[in-house]
């Protein structure tokens, strides 16, 4: 598998003007988790210490009817965390606007071949929805919980700090999110905005530094499935709570975000969608 580094992003862009699936970029989930020292993954997420799914949202989706006329809708899309590899950003926007100047029969034909493509390119089965807009219900929603952002804390670690972490022994269950969270892609060094979500059960976590954790992430180069995990499992290690899930809903980028879920029990879902800088 090629490296991110000679992938489309960072390179100069041809875009595409008639479908192309050979555009979409899979970058392998391994690398990085080994870092973490999480095990292999397969299609029983064998050594995965989560469940979850990266849920992206597709703003800019369009074709052409068999007539030539455009047609939009609303996408949505599951990438279960199983699978052996991610989609690189860029080459999924390259690759959604390939279909921009394509005829098809219907809805149903273009969401089947973004089935398979992406499928084809994760390694495991993507879930796709295709919504007309005149259909599309998204509304703009407030994370549940209490914001750590009224925090009035001091801050010199810009770098994932995990020793910021600590718990009181007092048993609890709570939401909480900061919309401070930024980090910066790997490869080209552009920052990515996100508000995350900890909602957990087990000995209380101390704010103060749950929140300076949250910003230690400031500088950190890596992908949004990556620093997710990364968090999932620095609370997971120095709390060590009995549930907890952690949540990024990452601001869009050409027409695209990206919301990885991680979780510690199976089958549970987020309790919200897209907020107010998405």
Not at 231 to 248: E, G, H, K, N, W
Request: proline share 8%.
């Amino acid at each position: 598998m090629s490296e991110s580094s000679h992938g489309p992003l960072g390179q100069h862009t041809r875009y595409s003007a008639q479908y192309d699936p050979e555009l979409l970029f899979p970058i392998a989930r391994a690398q990085t988790r080994a870092a973490l020292g999480i095990g292999t993954q397969g299609p029983e997420a064998e050594g995965l210490p989560f469940y979850g799914v990266d849920y992206w949202t597709g703003y800019e989706i369009s074709w052409l009817n068999e007539r030539g006329k455009p047609q939009v809708a609303l996408a949505r899309f599951c990438l279960p965390c199983e699978s052996p590899h991610l989609v690189e950003s860029k080459s999924f926007k390259l690759y959604l606007n390939s279909f921009n100047l394509t005829r098809f029969p219907d809805r149903e034909t273009v969401r089947e071949r973004m089935v398979a493509d992406l499928s084809n390119a994760a390694g495991a089965t993507v879930s796709v929805t295709l919504t007309p807009l005149e259909d599309a219900v998204l509304p703009v929603m407030a994370p549940a919980g209490d914001c750590l952002d009224v925090l009035d804390i001091a801050v010199d670690q810009y770098h994932p700090a995990p020793e910021l972490l600590a718990t009181r022994p007092q048993i609890v269950e709570e939401q909480l999110f900061s919309h401070l969270l930024k980090s910066n892609c790997p490869v080209t060094g552009q920052p990515d905005w996100a508000t995350v979500s900890i909602h957990y059960r087990g000995e209380r976590i101390e704010r103060e530094g749950l929140l300076q954790y949250i910003v230690s992430f400031r500088e950190h180069q890596d992908f949004h499935e990556h620093c997710v995990e990364r968090m999932f499992l620095d609370i997971t290690q120095r709390c060590q709570p009995q549930f907890l899930s952690v949540y990024a809903r990452y601001t869009r980028r050409g027409g695209l975000d990206i919301n990885p879920f991680r979780c510690s029990e199976p089958g549970r879902e987020p309790l919200f969608e897209r907020l107010l800088r998405q």
